[in-house]
């Protein structure tokens, strides 16, 4: 009884049985409200039968809430205009509906070109659904929809932020030309010694110097020309929870890109294992391009078929002596850590959870995994927290 065509037809049969029992007076407003039930019901079938409509994003890639531009081509067929259209069900995500791709009118014996501006609520290959152009013109009563004739895809990247510090990460081979001697870094061979300054991570202190000399001394290496490093996505179902671009699945998946982006732009070598698939993003811009590809293509609901550790697993992966950080959410990290103990290889880097103590019986194994490497809480904003925790902990470690 909420729908207004249900309430009007409610009135006519009202009206028809009180002109039939009471007064055939009531007839003439039950034949009127009968009359606007055929028109609001036949008017928008007819207007639809005689649309054509393709739609054309003008670029293939973007980010989620970023605007873009869109151009509908609309063929009426019919001698009269057809008004109040909307294209619906592909534009949805949840509850959250666009309204941004309407078209107040199309005259008669026309084809009209419209622009209209999209802004993805959340990351993933729109239209999300086969899209449906329809209309309720005039009453509202019926909505009539059809088909569209032609469409082409958006894929849109989760948002990500930059990280300006690489994690302490193995290289892929033990090559001389991974490493240089003329920049100063973290890593490869002792270049020389220095003051502490504010951030510099207390493994590289010299303690002997630091000793003799009264105050911390660190050691200077040469900087990694190109480590590695596997990002494991934990897409369990089980483990998310939440609904549009705040569930925890997203929020996940913003870490995810934000760590991509960052390590290739840095030189860094990626391994992003998605399902039983893995993405190697080296130099090319075409590899990072296909992994945000395959980020936004995960269902909202994420995938199934993990493996035991919680993340999924890429067959003939787990061989490959690189720094693994596994990407999970607190209902997945407190099923992780009671399964086995990680070696020091591992990192767990949780989002959206809150402050996870350590199990007992943990605090006897030197390089168990217990907790996490990395911890966003549920109140902190992905995009604004994760630059300084990321930091703190590439510090730290």
């Keep these: 009884m909420k729908h207004p065509f249900w309430l009007v037809l409610a009135a006519a049969v009202t009206a028809v049985l009180c002109g039939v029992f009471v007064s055939p007076v009531v007839l003439i407003l039950g034949a009127t409200l009968l009359g606007l039930l055929l028109v609001g019901v036949f008017w928008p079938l007819l207007a639809v039968g005689g649309l054509t409509v393709r739609l054309r994003f003008r670029q293939s890639r973007c980010r989620e809430g970023e605007p873009v531009e869109v151009e509908l081509e609309v063929t009426n067929r019919w ?134 000399q009264g105050r911390l001394i660190v050691c200077e290496r040469q900087q990694p020309v190109s480590c590695a490093m596997r990002l494991v996505l934990d897409l369990d179902p ?53 992994c945000l590809d395959a980020l936004a293509a995960i269902p909202a609901e994420g995938l199934a078929d993990c493996a035991e550790h919680g993340g999924c697993c890429a067959a003939g992966l787990r061989h490959r002596a690189l720094s693994e950080y596994v990407l999970t959410t607190a209902k997945g990290f407190a099923a992780l850590r009671h399964r086995r103990h990680w070696s020091a290889n591992h990192h767990f880097i949780v989002v959206g959870a809150a402050a996870t103590p350590m199990p007992d019986g943990c ?19 992905v995009l604004t927290a994760l630059p300084r925790r990321w930091e703190r902990a590439c510090r730290v470690a």
Aim: proline share 6%; aromatic share 8%.
């Design 363 to 381: 605090r006897d194994h030197e390089h168990c995994g217990c907790r996490p490497w990395l911890e966003l809480s549920a109140a902190d904003d």
């Design 79 to 212: 001698p009269w205009p057809a008004w109040g259209l909307r294209l619906s069900q592909g534009f949805r995500w949840g509850d959250k509906d666009q309204s941004g791709l309407t078209v107040a009118g199309v005259s008669g014996w026309s084809t009209d070109t419209i622009d209209a501006v999209f802004t993805p609520p959340c990351r993933g290959i729109y239209p999300r659904h086969p899209p449906w152009v329809e209309t309720a013109f005039p009453f509202g009563l019926y909505s009539a929809r059809k088909p569209l004739a032609e469409w082409n895809t958006l894929v849109v990247w989760p948002a990500s932020t930059t990280l300006h510090t690489l994690p302490d990460a193995a290289e892929i081979e033990a090559r001389e030309d991974h490493t240089s001697d003329r920049r100063a870094g973290d890593v490869g061979d002792v270049l020389g010694t220095r003051w502490f300054r504010q951030g510099d991570s207390l493994r590289r202190v010299h303690w002997a110097q630091s000793a003799r």
């Design 238 to 290: 089980r483990s998310h929870g939440g609904e549009g671009s705040e569930a925890s699945l997203e929020r996940l998946l913003r870490t995810a890109a934000s760590i991509i982006e960052s390590m290739h732009a840095q030189h860094a070598v990626v391994e992003c294992v998605v399902g039983r698939t893995c993405h190697v993003v080296r130099s090319p811009a075409s590899d990072l391009k296909r």
